[in-house]
């Protein structure tokens, strides 16, 4: 997980982000969080949520809902996080092809494009060992819904540049 989005760094080092200062902020918490507690998608999760629900300044209550310390706000804080965020960017500009929107998931080396809404199926696919119970759950769905197809929302990568130029 790379939370960098369709941002871009300046030539001064600093990052802009497409949809404002709080989506850089709240990258680089996550970047953080990442950093020191591996396994943080309830964490994410919780942030997402909160942002989708307009509350922005209210991130910092998810490390006490999930009762994990704030080590990653003291990270933001000493600017190491900037330095995360800056291996990021230069991991999502070497991608080949180049992402093109977000989300844009990698399985083995190969982006999933269009077919990102489908990633838990290409996640199981690819997995090497016995199948897991999200995996046998993830086939038997498949088999019951058939071809039915949502795509949920995309950020293309391009507007967030050209809509600050």
């Known amino acids: 997980m790379v939370p960098w989005g369709n941002n871009w760094l300046n030539s001064d080092g600093s990052f802009a982000c497409q949809h404002g200062t709080n989506e850089c902020l709240l990258n680089t918490i996550e970047a953080c969080t990442i950093t020191i507690y591996p396994n943080v998608v309830k964490f994410i999760h919780c ?77 199981c696919k690819a997995y090497k060992g016995k199948s897991p119970e999200a995996c046998r759950l993830i086939h038997s769905k498949t088999k019951s819904i058939g071809n039915e197809r949502s795509i949920p929302q995309v950020f293309l990568a391009e507007q967030g540049r050209n809509s600050t130029s």
Request: proline share 6%; aromatic share 12%.
């Open 47 to 123: 942030v997402q949520r909160l942002t989708l629900q307009n509350k922005h300044g209210k991130w910092a209550d998810c490390f006490e809902m999930l009762k994990l310390g704030t080590v990653p706000i003291d990270c933001y804080n000493s600017g190491y996080g900037n330095q995360i965020e800056t291996k990021y960017a230069k991991e999502i500009a070497q991608l080949n092809p180049p992402h093109r929107f977000v989300p844009w998931l990698v399985v083995n080396n190969k982006p999933l494009a269009e077919n990102y809404d489908k990633f838990m199926t290409y996640i």
